[in-house]
């Protein structure tokens, strides 16, 4: 199945860690909850799944998928725990979590544990996304998070009943730093240095990323 090879041995992990997000661009926060989560819950590999496209989304992406993924590859280099998928940038429709899932799940065999790491404010909308039910059958939610953001709302998620996937939270200082910001901050002309790897920061300024 394509963007499962780039994975490795993956039937061999017991605990693993999938990471989605937009990354429009990949920053420190992003890197540091990652880390956070593969020490936490003692994740063997942690696999990040840029999107894709989406339908409900596509007026609001800044770079093409193809992008946003070369800049989470420059991004995770350095460390050995950290993979890069092609699964959702290469899949001709809109992304769904679900049949991510579902692949990955499908790849690594019933013995491995899978967990999908994103931002707590990407999870407060789970109950809308597609076959949001099923979720739980194959994965726990880890939703990272900020020092004092309310998880009221996650917490009433939770609670919702059986079908409901399980959701955990990591709280990650680094989170103060967002996407948005550093793409305002570039069409603006001011820094992004220190708030994302030099090298992805050199790659959007030489690609005129943001501009
Ligand atoms: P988003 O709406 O762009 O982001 C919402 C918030 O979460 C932002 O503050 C964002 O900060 C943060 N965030 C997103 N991903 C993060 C991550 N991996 N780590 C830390 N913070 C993160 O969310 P998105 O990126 O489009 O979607 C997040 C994930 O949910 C993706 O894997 C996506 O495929 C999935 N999703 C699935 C469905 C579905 O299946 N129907 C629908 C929606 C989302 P930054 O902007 O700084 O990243």
């Known amino acids: 199945m394509a963007g499962i090879e780039s994975l490795g041995n993956i039937k061999t992990y017991r605990r693993l860690?999938?990471?989605?997000?937009?990354?429009?661009?990949?920053?420190?926060?992003?890197?540091?909850?990652?880390?956070?989560?593969?020490?936490?819950?003692?994740?063997e590999h942690v696999v990040f799944m840029p999107t894709g496209r989406y339908e409900h989304?596509?007026?609001?992406?800044?770079?093409?998928?193809?992008?946003?993924?070369?800049?989470?590859?420059?991004?995770?280099?350095?460390?050995?725990?950290f993979s890069v998928s092609r699964l959702e940038v290469d899949r001709a429709g809109p992304?769904?979590?679900?049949?991510?899932?579902?692949?990955?799940?499908?790849?690594?065999?019933?013995?491995?544990?899978?967990?999908?790491?994103?931002?707590?404010?990407?999870v407060l909308d789970v109950t809308s996304w597609r076959d949001?039910?099923?979720?739980?059958?194959?994965?726990?939610?880890?939703?990272?998070?900020?020092?004092?953001y309310d998880l009221a709302h996650l917490r009433a998620i939770v609670s919702r009943g059986e079908n409901a996937p399980q959701i955990d939270t990591i709280e990650v200082p680094a989170?103060?730093?967002?996407?948005?910001?550093?793409?305002?901050?570039?069409?603006?002309?001011?820094?992004?240095?220190?708030?994302?790897?030099?090298s992805v920061a050199n790659y959007i300024h030489k690609s005129g990323l943001y501009r």
């Open 17 to 43: 860690g999938i990471m989605g997000g937009t990354f429009d661009p990949i920053h420190f926060g992003h890197l540091v909850a990652a880390e956070e989560a593969r020490v936490q819950y003692q994740l």
């Open 57 to 81: 989304k596509e007026a609001c992406q800044y770079v093409s998928p193809e992008e946003r993924f070369t800049m989470v590859v420059i991004a995770t280099a350095s460390n050995p725990y």
């Open 95 to 122: 992304s769904y979590t679900i049949d991510t899932i579902r692949a990955v799940s499908e790849a690594c065999g019933t013995e491995t544990e899978l967990y999908f790491i994103t931002g707590a404010d990407a």
């Open 132 to 148: 949001y039910e099923k979720l739980a059958d194959f994965c726990r939610f880890i939703a990272v998070t900020r020092p004092g």
């Open 175 to 198: 989170l103060a730093i967002s996407s948005t910001d550093l793409r305002n901050r570039v069409s603006e002309g001011r820094p992004i240095r220190y708030l994302m790897p030099d």
